[in-house]
């Protein structure tokens, strides 16, 4: 049986949030929004950042009233970076968090226009699991499935996703950590770890 509640998505920028969200919604016949759709819905949102080219959200004014407003009717999915800070525990029916490469990553991030510390910000808290330990902190193992988006596809996730969801099978955790692949690419370690310089090759030497 269903869990009753909002399935949460979230993860880092880039991972496939909102794309799995709106998957969600179109399979169970329901609404899907992100953190950011709903916070401007609601007049949840303190400021436009235009250094960060990005809006600033009130989480603890959209917290508060969806603890005590409960979501928008027709509400079953929402997906967002924040989720852990403003989707209370007692509305969640799961949260899924969707992890991906940070080799993948990397080129998406490039494409978005991100800087040197953006992305490097961005690669390191992906290598070291921050979004799934906020969430883990947020809702606790019962809730919480992890799934590696790096070379899958929106509809098998979507569908391992509601698998979850309706009991049929236990949350996971898979605990990824690319923690090495950061140090040790040759793309990557520039970027998470300039103070170490290159990296090297099997043989001892900078890789070229």
Known sequence: MARPGVIGVTGSPATGKKTLGRRLAELLGCRHATVLELALERGHVLEYDYASSEYVV????????????????????????LLPSVLPRSLASLVVVLRASPKVLLPRYLERGYGTDKLRDNLLAEALGLVLDEALRAYGEGLVHEV?????????????????????????????????????????????????????????????
């Open 148 to 208: 590696d988006s790096t070379s899958r596809d929106p509809d098998s996730i979507a569908a391992e996703v509601l698998e979850v969801a309706s009991g049929a099978r236990e949350p996971r955790l898979l605990m990824l950590d690319w923690l090495d692949l950061c140090e040790g690419d040759s793309s990557l370690r520039p970027i998470c770890f300039p103070e170490l310089g290159p990296a090297r090759s099997s043989a001892g030497r900078p890789e070229s």
């Open 58 to 81: 009130d989480v603890d004014a959209m917290r508060s009233a969806l603890e005590l407003g409960g979501p928008p009717e027709g509400l079953c999915v929402l997906s967002g970076v």
